[in-house]
């Protein structure tokens, strides 16, 4: 692991101090890529640290020490980027970055005028399980994780400095934690009841029996229910203009089909009916089947079936 006091910035000295029983390096903490201390990082650095205390005392293991914190999103899927998942994508919480010596810990939550409130998700990797580094694409503020078991995380939306003092980090800490590896080789979740490491997919924590939301349901709800999907995972707003989209597309081929029933055999224009009825039907399949996709990245994710936000 890399060491607690390894050298950031040639010009500023190693500076640990206790914030509230956290370990930070201040000398970096508060800074930007270039070792400037910028008030701007050190309100959101303060603000997580202060928001976050009570969960990151629990999570840090001894002598754990935080270098730095970021906020961003992670980067929706292939498929959500090519559909134009908009509305989805700006539903999704955010991404709160935490570096320290040994590993970076993310933590999901929502950003509210008082503060910022976790949203019971949290993923961690080892630095020695970091492959590579990359930070560019649309706006050069996206930063692209890569591990040794081949997986990618992608994070995008970060405020302004904090991609660059992010990829100054990992450059330092990545290298100096390099011969910490673990069996996985790359992020894990973390159950928010007693914080062991969840199995990809088993929606149910094996160590305190937390449920969690599921991809059956998740169907289930998709395809049953007007905005099922999107409900499911939490997004209300969303889900409300998915329901009323998915029942007007739904009303319309009951309204072109219809007249097939109470028509006499004159009038019937069946296969004007069916084709028109079918242009609806598969724009509503298709704009199911989108919100199904775009849902399960949140439900693999993992989100307790019972939230208990505070």
């Known amino acids: 692991m890399a060491s607690p006091d390894v050298e950031v910035y040639p010009t500023v000295p190693a500076q640990r101090v206790d914030k509230n029983g956290i370990n930070v390096r201040e000398d970096v903490l508060y800074s930007d890529a270039k070792g400037r201390e910028k008030a701007r990082l050190r309100r959101l650095a303060d603000e997580v640290l202060e928001d976050f ?45 935490i570096f320290t010596d040994r590993r ?49 995380q992608a994070y995008w939306r970060f405020g302004r400095g904090e991609l660059k003092k992010a990829v100054s980090l990992i450059d330092v800490l990545g290298p100096h934690g390099s011969g910490e590896l ?81 028509a006499g055999p004159e009038h019937r224009n069946v296969a004007g009916a069916l084709l028109g009825g079918g242009f609806f039907l598969l724009l509503l399949a298709f704009d199911k089947t989108i919100a199904i996709v775009f849902s399960r990245q949140q439900v693999r994710d993992f989100l307790p079936a019972k939230t208990n936000r505070t």
């Open 53 to 97: 205390n009570d969960l990151l005392r629990r999570v840090l293991e001894p002598n754990e020490v935080v270098f730095g914190v970021a906020t961003a999103q992670a980067m929706p899927g292939v498929t959500a980027q090519f559909f134009g998942g908009g509305w989805h994508t700006y539903s999704l919480p955010r991404s709160v970055l």
């Open 104 to 152: 970076v810990i993310v933590l999901r939550a929502r950003k509210r005028m008082s503060g910022w409130i976790w949203d019971r998700g949290i993923r961690t990797a080892r630095w020695g399980d970091l492959q590579s580094v990359k930070s560019g694409g649309f706006s050069s503020r996206i930063l692209t994780l890569q591990f040794r078991n081949g997986q990618k």
């Open 182 to 262: 673990t069996a996985v080789g790359g992020m894990v979740s973390l159950c928010p009841g007693c914080f062991a490491v969840l199995s990809p997919r088993v929606y149910q924590c094996s160590g305190c029996g937390l449920q969690f939301k599921d991809e059956g349901n998740l169907l289930r709800r998709g395809l049953l229910v007007p905005g099922g999907a999107t409900f499911y995972v939490g997004a209300t707003g969303l889900g409300a203009m998915r329901a009323l989209s998915e029942c007007i597309l739904a009303a319309a081929c009951v309204l072109i089909v219809l007249p097939i029933v109470f």
